[in-house]
């Protein structure tokens, strides 16, 4: 593995990498990274252009899910912890056993128990190496905890993000994988698959309009799902998904996962099945990269949310926003007008995130129920204050109010209750946020094995053929725990590279 390495597409075809990774989000990064320390010559194929780089992995806010014990193994993460960061704030622990009740539970008991075992075990030594790449994390404050009596304390275990979220993620990796002088070739989607026999041995690409051929002793697939691609949601997803906004990149269009159905890959997990979320109405039909992630409104267990018969149609306060949110975004498809909307009052002003307050939102506010009323676009105005009134009326005030915990102040006698955080919407300023539904990520994928080999149909692997991060199948079902998909695609990414490497080093021995 002594051979210079290829800088650009004709150096690419002259000299075979060891191993090719097709995308330039956080799994393929990962992925390229891993390849390289154990040895590896790579390279990276990215189809978009160097200014669009990075996938939804660019959008992301930075939540990164990973077990811990208590603050010392959050400070071998993120060593610049100060102080007071650790004086003021109550991080608790996040125990493998509670993330996998996570993964099992919101996934209703259908995620694949050993890919979601090996993501959960291995979920600190991925959060440990990501940060020896270059990746700076910092404790989500205000984002996954709340300040109650002077203290922070975080609810779910989420207890750091990605320090710039995904912006300064894909900085790092990249500036990672410019000091390994690993070459990315911009502007080159992938198309096919090369075969020799059963085993991969290369990947058909386009670059500046022609096809071009590059071997390679291993292909990893790191791709993204079919978000972006409208035919792929209707035919997977079903109707309405087509019309649905989507939070990310245009460039996740499934090309990863038909060619490797097409080779024979095995399908796995909830084809049928996406993560999708509440996102401004008026938002662009693709992710912006200056607005990131702030379409999102995630607050809505502090408020109600009416479509638009005026009706609720979810339990705003069921759990904490991180595991609902993802499933939410298909409860609005399926209401009339694809649209929402979600109400609050002054009291909890001060608890909603910094997406409530950018430019680009589609707000109404007013100072009474009825004035709103008004003002809701699209809504009917009667059935609305119907709703509010009978609503107010039902909230547990003798409950003490807590939105770090799951407070029990709920609703009592609606056809549809609220099951935590009721405050009546008693106090003006009222505010309300008109949202659609966003897509994410698509839940179906590849099926892999624990060294991130792609399975064939039946009994085996296809050789020399690895997957990552989106392109992953059988880890979330219905629902998904915020944070976890940079975590898999971290996770994936590291085993798909060290074992792609070593498999291109076998065969290649084996070859000469
Ligand atoms: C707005 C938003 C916010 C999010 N927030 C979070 C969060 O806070 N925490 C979290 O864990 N997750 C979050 N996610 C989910 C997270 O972004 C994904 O789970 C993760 O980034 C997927 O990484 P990936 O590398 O698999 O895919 P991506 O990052 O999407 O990368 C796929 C890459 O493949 C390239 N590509 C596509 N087709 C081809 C082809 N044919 N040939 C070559 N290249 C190709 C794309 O251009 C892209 O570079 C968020 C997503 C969005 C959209």
């Known amino acids: 593995m002594s051979d210079p390495i290829p800088s650009n597409i004709d150096d690419a075809l002259r000299t075979k990498p060891d191993v090719v990774v097709v995308g330039g989000g956080n799994a393929a990064l990962c992925a390229a990274i891993s390849a390289h320390e154990a040895g590896a010559r790579v390279v990276v194929l990215e189809a978009a252009s160097e200014e669009e780089r990075g996938g939804n992995s660019h959008f992301t806010g930075g939540a990164f899910r990973f077990a811990y014990r208590g603050v010392d193994d959050l400070r071998e993460v993120y060593p610049d912890m100060t102080q007071d960061?650790?004086?003021?704030?109550?991080?608790?622990?996040?125990?493998?056993?509670?993330?996998?009740?996570?993964?099992?539970?919101?996934?209703?008991?259908?995620?694949?128990?050993?890919?979601?075992?090996?993501?959960?075990?291995?979920?600190?030594?991925?959060?440990?190496?990501?940060?020896?790449?270059?990746?700076?994390?910092?404790?989500?404050?205000?984002r996954q905890a709340y300040k109650v009596d002077g203290k922070f304390k975080f609810w779910g275990g989420l207890a750091l993000h990605i320090w710039g979220g995904g912006s300064e993620l894909l900085k790092a990796l990249y500036a990672n994988a410019e000091r390994r002088r690993i070459p990315i070739l911009y502007d080159t989607p992938a198309i096919e698959l090369?075969?020799?026999?059963?085993?991969?041995?290369?990947?058909?690409?386009?670059?500046?309009?022609?096809?071009?051929?590059?071997?390679?002793?291993?292909?990893?697939?790191?791709?993204?799902?079919?978000?972006?691609?409208?035919?792929?949601?209707?035919?997977?997803?079903?109707?309405?998904?087509?019309?649905?906004?989507?939070?990310?990149?245009?460039?996740?269009?499934?090309?990863?996962?038909?060619?490797?159905?097409?080779?024979?890959?095995?399908?796995?997990?909830n084809w049928s099945g996406c993560h999708s979320?509440?996102?401004?109405?008026?938002?662009?039909?693709?992710?912006?990269?200056?607005?990131?992630?702030?379409?999102?409104?995630?607050?809505?267990?502090?408020?109600?949310?009416?479509?638009?018969?005026?009706?609720?149609?979810?339990?705003?306060?069921?759990?904490?926003?991180?595991?609902?949110?993802?499933?939410?975004?298909?409860?609005?498809?399926?209401?009339?007008?694809?649209?929402?909307?979600?109400?609050?009052?002054?009291?909890?002003?001060?608890?909603?995130?910094?997406?409530?307050?950018?430019?680009?939102?589609?707000?109404?506010?007013?100072?009474?129920?009825?004035?709103?009323?008004?003002?809701?676009t699209g809504v009917d105005p009667e059935a609305f204050l119907r709703t509010a009134h009978a609503f107010n009326a039902a909230c547990r005030t003798d409950v003490p109010f807590n939105p770090n915990i799951l407070d029990g102040r709920s609703t009592q006698g609606l056809a549809l209750d609220k099951s935590n955080w009721a405050n009546p919407l008693d106090m003006a300023p009222f505010h309300a946020y008109h949202v659609t539904t966003g897509v994410t990520f698509t839940f179906g994928g590849l099926k892999v094995t624990g060294n991130a080999e792609v399975e064939d149909l039946y009994t085996g692997v296809i050789p020399g053929l690895y997957a990552a991060g989106e392109m992953v199948g059988g880890l979330f079902y219905q629902n998904y725990a915020s944070g976890t998909g940079l975590m898999s695609g971290a996770t994936f990414g590291r085993f798909a590279g060290a074992h792609a490497a070593g498999y291109a080093t076998r065969s290649m021995a084996e070859a000469s």
């Open 194 to 269: 090369v075969r020799e026999g059963e085993a991969v041995t290369g990947i058909i690409a386009r670059h500046r309009g022609a096809r071009v051929k590059i071997e390679a002793g291993a292909v990893i697939l790191a791709c993204g799902s079919f978000e972006s691609n409208p035919e792929l949601r209707a035919r997977y997803l079903g109707p309405g998904w087509d019309m649905a906004k989507v939070r990310g990149t245009r460039f996740n269009m499934g090309e990863g996962l038909m060619m490797a159905l097409r080779a024979g890959a095995r399908p796995h997990g």
């Open 277 to 376: 979320v509440a996102w401004d109405v008026n938002a662009p039909p693709f992710g912006d990269l200056t607005i990131g992630d702030q379409f999102q409104k995630h607050n809505y267990p502090f408020g109600i949310v009416i479509n638009a018969k005026g009706e609720r149609f979810l339990d705003e306060g069921a759990n904490f926003h991180s595991h609902t949110y993802a499933k939410y975004g298909g409860e609005i498809l399926k209401q009339p007008g694809m649209f929402a909307w979600q109400v609050f009052d002054a009291k909890v002003s001060h608890l909603l995130r910094g997406e409530y307050r950018i430019r680009r939102v589609t707000k109404a506010e007013a100072n009474t129920l009825e004035e709103l009323a008004g003002k809701l």
């Open 85 to 142: 960061e650790i004086d003021n704030v109550d991080y608790g622990s996040y125990s493998e056993e509670r993330f996998l009740d996570d993964m099992f539970e919101l996934t209703e008991y259908r995620t694949d128990p050993e890919l979601s075992e090996l993501l959960v075990r291995s979920s600190l030594e991925t959060a440990k190496w990501i940060a020896r790449q270059g990746v700076k994390l910092q404790p989500g404050l205000g």
